[in-house]
């Protein structure tokens, strides 16, 4: 797969590796690229950043493009480390909730619920977005892969909603985008459940769409978008349709984010410190 464009998104560290294929008309973001010390492979405020202006790159690009005939484009999600997301920034949320600033941890959840509205629906009904799972994906994680059109997972990976654990529930985009998978009442519970669930589980729920051996991920992506892109007419009218049948609206995720935020606010000493220990779990197992 020839590289045709590697895009510098600023002078900041992003921690996105952003590749431009234009023979496959693709964009592949690689989230954790490059790591510094000590990085934690979660949704910080920079790889929010980074994927929120690789979307505006592509969305600028399309815009541009008059071709009434224009097939469809892919935008594919993946990861430069072991692991695809481990969720929401804790040691942030654990640092604002005790300062009592409402007003930062809102910005983080808007940013957040941004980005994922942007793999939902990018630019009109152009873009399909993929998900691939390589490691495990969980809350914020598990909530960007589902908000993608298309899954595609590894055996042995695991994907689910910690928060429960402290007394919170997931609040950027999991109700919104698990009810377009599985009924309302089997989301909610795998919302409050805290189960981590194995690829092959969800893969026979219909929540992952591909299920592959262990390190054939990246291959299946190419392969869906080689066959997608001979149906690219077809993609782009599901597109339309699909959000006639079940739309996705910003607002809508907007307000079930600002409960999130006015719930993370009301937590109490033991949730807290439930996720201090999470924090250090996470940071434990990132090390390795």
């Known amino acids: 797969m020839s590289l045709l464009e590697r895009l510098q998104l600023n002078d900041h560290p992003s921690f996105v590796r952003h590749e431009t294929h234009q023979s496959q008309s693709a964009d592949w973001c690689f989230m954790h690229s490059e790591p510094t010390n000590h990085y934690h492979p979660c949704f910080s405020i920079d790889l929010l950043n980074g994927l929120k202006q690789s979307q505006e790159h592509i969305r600028q690009r399309l815009a541009s493009d008059n071709d009434p005939k224009a097939r469809i484009h892919h935008l594919v999600l993946a990861s430069d480390t072991n692991v695809f997301n481990l969720g929401g920034d804790l040691s942030?949320?654990?640092?604002?909730?005790?300062?009592?600033?409402?007003?930062?941890?809102?910005?983080?959840?808007?940013?957040?619920?941004?980005?994922?509205?942007?793999?939902?629906?990018?630019?009109?009904?152009?873009?399909h977005s993929i998900a691939v799972i390589q490691g495990d994906a969980l809350g914020g994680g598990f909530e960007a892969a589902l908000c993608c059109h298309t899954i595609i997972a590894e055996k042995d990976c695991g994907m689910g909603f910690p928060e429960v654990l402290f007394d919170l529930f997931p609040g950027m985009g999991a109700y919104t985008f698990l009810t377009r998978r599985v009924p309302p009442a089997r989301a909610e519970r795998m919302m409050l459940d805290a189960k981590?669930?194995?690829?092959?589980?969800?893969?026979?729920?219909?929540?992952?769409?591909?299920?592959?051996?262990?390190?054939?991920?990246?291959?299946?992506?190419?392969?869906?978008?080689?066959?997608?892109?001979?149906?690219?007419?077809?993609?782009?009218?599901?597109?339309?349709?699909?959000?006639?049948?079940?739309?996705?609206?910003?607002?809508?995720?907007?307000?079930?984010t600002t409960e999130w935020v006015d719930a993370a606010m009301r937590l109490d000493a033991r949730g807290l410190k439930t996720m201090e220990r999470l924090i250090t779990a996470q940071t434990r197992r990132a090390s390795h």
Request: hydrophobic residues 40%.
């Open 196 to 256: 981590i669930y194995d690829t092959e589980e969800l893969y026979r729920m219909g929540i992952v769409d591909i299920l592959v051996e262990k390190g054939d991920g990246i291959q299946a992506a190419n392969d869906l978008i080689k066959k997608q892109n001979r149906i690219g007419n077809a993609m782009r009218s599901l597109n339309t349709v699909r959000n006639a049948c079940a739309p996705v609206s910003l607002e809508q995720l907007l307000a079930v």
């Open 92 to 127: 942030l949320f654990h640092r604002l909730i005790k300062q009592g600033n409402r007003g930062q941890l809102l910005s983080y959840a808007k940013l957040c619920v941004e980005v994922a509205y942007n793999f939902s629906r990018l630019y009109e009904d152009r873009v």
